[in-house]
């Protein structure tokens, strides 16, 4: 039976899987990223948890990162893992294990994964959005996953929302990242209090000021949501991510209805994601399977 290898390379680990053509689950391997090491020591951390996972029969191997990875396997704007950006790790990767790879955003890669064996199974026409320390996104059109020209579509955290937020780490003022990454989320409460407080502390906080940036977030999220069921008319949109964990569902479509027509809006279901923090290297086995 054909097997495939899967693998996420996340800010704080590297976490892979081994699966078959089936999506049975043979063996799973993970070590720290050490975002603090050198370019060099990062490829072979990929390299060693890929070595864990491979035996015969592997027919695809796929890699999901942070940032946008295009079909040649060039990554751009990778803010967590500096040291592959403008690099193309899948030729690297590929030199060192003589065995073909396929590159993707783990974003997009999450979406895959949802749309395959997740929350969004059998619809064809599926949007994600991870909502964590940052926001990004994946489009499903019609059964595919859609990457684009150079593999920058459906990041949709650098959409522009409202200008008057905060620079976000791209270069852009005011993009959806912005308002609703859980990173500028607490910039801004420590930047309106001289306080610290982590995103899930600020939702959980009963203070004023931490009631208006949760408010902001739902505002600015259901606007670029809004601009998302427009522009794609989905099936349904999976939310993912540690924030993702935060948000009410019932507010949230409630303030989508205030920027949507209502027959759009009931067509679209919001749902939370099923697979997890797995759903990254079960995506990356995915477009594996997909070649």
């Known amino acids: 039976m054909k097997k495939y290898i899967g693998i996420d390379v996340g800010g704080t680990k590297i976490e892979g899987v081994l699966v078959n053509e089936n999506l049975k689950v043979i063996k799973h391997a993970k070590t720290p990223t050490e975002t603090t090491k050198s370019r060099t020591a990062l490829i072979e951390k990929i390299i060693k948890v890929v070595n864990e996972l491979k035996t015969s029969n592997v027919y695809g191997l796929g890699i999901g990162v942070p940032g946008f990875a295009n079909q040649e396997g060039k990554i751009k704007l990778t803010p967590n893992i500096t040291q592959f950006e403008n690099f193309n790790l899948k030729k690297a990767l590929e030199k060192k294990l003589k065995h073909k790879i396929l590159i993707g955003n783990d974003a997009n890669l999450f979406t895959l994964a949802e ?16 909502l964590g320390t940052g926001v990004g996104g994946g489009a499903i059109i019609d059964g595919k996953l859609y990457r684009g020209k150079s593999g920058g579509a459906a990041h949709f955290g650098q959409i522009i929302i409202d200008k008057s937020g905060m620079k976000c780490w791209c270069g852009l003022k005011g993009d959806l990242e912005s308002w609703c990454g859980g990173r500028y989320m607490e910039k801004n409460y420590k930047a309106l209090t001289e306080k610290n407080k982590t995103a899930r ?10 009631k208006k940036i949760v408010e902001n977030f739902y505002e600015k999220l259901s606007i670029g949501i809004a601009n998302l069921i427009y522009t794609f008319n989905p099936e349904c949109i999976v939310l993912g991510g ?28 919001i749902l939370k994601n099923k697979l997890g923090n797995s759903a990254g290297m079960y995506g990356a086995a995915f477009l594996a399977m997909n070649h």
Do not use: C, P
Request: no cysteine; glycine share 8%.
């Open 201 to 210: 502390e600020i939702f959980e906080s009963n203070e004023k000021i931490a």
């Open 115 to 130: 749309q395959r064996a997740g929350a969004a199974r059998g619809m064809k026409n599926v949007l994600g959005l991870t």
């Open 242 to 269: 540690s924030i993702s964990n935060r948000v009410n569902i019932i507010s949230l479509k409630k303030a989508i209805g205030k920027y949507t027509h209502k027959t759009l809006v009931k067509d679209v279901k």
